[in-house]
T-cell receptor, first 113, second 110 residues
């Protein structure tokens, strides 16, 4: 099993504050993803990374930035959190290029008041 | 814009029933279609389909893809309460992006 750890798992913050979510993997997989999940929308891609310092935007990237300085860590930053960013955030890794399987972390629930 | 649509969005059945979940898609470049099951936490992988007409099967779950009509179905026979979950359909569009549908919430009553 691919090992993914997301932190924090739960966070409540106020509008305008910066927030960083961390995704840590133990398996040295190249591709990592950040998704947000909201009712009625399913999972929407925020950003993804295809290697150290190689990242690209997804469909809902506005208001988010990412960094990947090491293979094992993919950070998602909200520079100035807004209430519309209240969501559950999932990190995922592509574990098998042949099957297309994504392995997801347990999720981070963020509430912006 | 790439899009994945699932129906129904919600379904309530009784144990022993058979259910069919639908997924249709419009994507620019199709590589594969994937099904995931999401219970309380993270989605877990069920199937990947790349070719039309070839059924994938795992126990009571099976799935098939029609690339001409751009849809897939997920069948669950003899449902059990443990099948209660949200079932997500996703399409890999070659851009290292997986486009997900909104999911079908299945509730199986005893």
């Amino acid at each position: 099993d691919a090992g993914i750890t997301q932190s924090p798992r739960h966070k409540v913050t106020e509008t305008g504050t910066p927030v960083t979510l961390r995704c840590h993997q133990t398996e040295n997989h190249r591709y990592m993803y950040w998704y947000r999940q909201d009712p009625g929308h399913g999972l929407r891609l925020i950003h993804y990374s295809y290697g150290v310092k190689d990242t690209d935007k997804g469909e809902v990237s506005d208001g988010y930035s990412v960094s990947r300085s090491k293979t094992e860590d993919f950070l998602l930053t909200l520079e100035s959190a807004t209430s519309s960013q209240t969501s559950v955030y999932f990190c995922a890794i592509s574990v098998d290029a042949n099957t297309g399987e994504l392995f997801f972390g347990e999720g981070s629930r963020l509430t912006v008041l | 814009e790439d899009k994945v649509v699932q129906s129904p969005l919600s379904l309530v059945v009784h144990e022993g029933d058979t259910v069919t979940l639908n997924c249709s898609y419009e994507v620019t470049n199709f590589r594969s279609l994937l099904w995931y099951k999401q219970e309380k936490k993270a989605p877990t992988f069920l199937f990947m389909l790349t070719s039309s007409g070839i059924e994938k099967k795992s126990g009571r779950l099976s799935s098939i893809l029609d690339k001409k009509e751009l849809f897939s179905i997920l069948n669950i026979t003899a449902t059990q309460t443990g099948d209660s979950a949200v079932y997500l359909c996703a399409v890999d569009n070659y851009g290292q992006n997986f486009v997900f549908g909104p999911g079908t919430r299945l509730s199986v009553l005893p």
